[in-house]
């Protein structure tokens, strides 16, 4: 008989990179092009964005727009690589290739790898997209600054999410990193009798989503769009506005998400489609009702208040559309259908 220390390991056990990235390789390359879009878009419109905003300095001489870029290239690879890392350890450690053998530290290396190749590809793409659009800019002797405060702000977004992500201990509880999953105001009185737990898990997907940086995107580029000498008073409105919209937008599509997982676990269960869509729809609507609130304060405060009431109603048409995952779910579960 074999020693217990000289038993031979597989090849997954001591290979660096984890098994499950050949896993979420084969889904992307089945689920087609628009598993690359969700994948490759937000980093993509992140980036535009930034360089959009040094276009500012680079053809108008507005200094204060390579700060914004900068700002805003910070807060959005933050936000993209904590949601990533985050989702991937969660799904190589809880998902189908959670049981696999693999290497010990095979997650952290193959994330770091991962990342630090995004990050490189990152750069590269700043680089050449300022480098195409200084050419024939006004002030195109400060295209280095662009790139170097775009490179850096990318760079420190991305380090301090591998340093909070994997410093020690973090690894052993992935659910627990984005803190406590509690609202600020817990109203049990919401809840459906006939689906208790449904509202509930709602709230607490839509906390989650919010934490990791949900519509970070749209709130940063509104706020480093914003002039230097603005009054005050606008402003404010204006961040209430998009805050408000950004916090509908992230709910609505947790609560369709949560509600159509719900579908797939009571699959086999005889249940009321009727009563559970009136169920799933109670969250979106007091949030659309509390979103409302702020809005209208915030319309109040702006001066040209049509153009604002235009804007309510966009966005509102804009948030809403999740709502529709969330009947067809509640129309394919109906035997009746």
């Known amino acids: 008989m074999l020693g217990a220390g000289r038993v031979p390991q597989s090849a997954s056990m001591t290979a660096l990179w984890h098994p499950a990235i050949r896993a979420d390789w084969l889904v992307l390359r089945r689920t087609g092009p628009t598993a690359w879009a969700r994948v490759l878009g937000p980093p993509v419109l992140l980036l535009a964005g930034c360089v959009a905003l040094a276009c500012g300095d680079l053809y108008a001489g507005y200094g204060w727009c390579l700060a ?7 807060g959005g690879s933050y936000g993209i690589a904590h949601q990533r890392l985050l989702d991937a350890l969660e799904r190589w450690r809880f998902g189908w290739c959670g049981a696999l053998p693999t290497a010990r530290g095979a997650a952290v290396c193959t994330s770091l790898l991962l990342a630090a190749a995004a990050l490189m590809t990152s750069l590269a793409f700043v680089a050449a997209l300022l480098f195409g659009v200084s050419i024939f800019a006004l002030h195109r002797g400060d295209w280095f600054y662009a790139l170097a405060g775009i490179d850096l702000a ?4 991305t380090a301090v999410v591998a340093i909070r992500v994997f410093r020690r201990g973090a690894l052993a509880r ?3 990193v984005d803190g406590i999953r509690e609202p600020l105001l817990a109203l049990p009185w919401l809840n459906d009798p006939r689906l208790p737990h449904l509202l509930d898990w709602q709230r607490r997907a839509a906390l989650v989503r919010w934490r990791r940086g949900g519509s ?3 709130v940063g580029i509104v706020l480093a769009a914003v002039p230097i000498g603005a009054p005050m008073l606008e402003v404010s409105a204006l961040v209430l506005l998009v805050l408000a919209w950004s916090w509908l937008a992230v709910v609505m599509r947790a609560s369709a998400d949560a509600f159509t997982s719900s579908v797939r676990l009571l699959a086999a269960v005889p249940w ?9 729809l109670r969250y979106p609507l007091v949030a659309t009702s509390c979103a409302l609130v ?4 915030g319309t109040a405060l702006l ?3 049509m153009v604002a009431l235009v804007w309510i109603v966009c966005a509102g048409v804009a948030s809403a559309w999740p709502l529709a995952r969330l009947v067809r779910a509640t129309r394919l579960a109906d035997p009746r259908a």
């Open 68 to 74: 914004a870029g900068a700002l805003l290239a910070l």
């Open 154 to 157: 990318l760079v420190a977004g």
């Open 174 to 176: 992935v659910h627990h």
């Open 216 to 218: 970070f995107a749209m």
């Open 272 to 280: 009321n489609v009727r009563a559970a869509r009136m169920a799933a």
């Open 294 to 297: 702020f809005m209208v304060i």
């Open 303 to 305: 001066r040209h208040g």
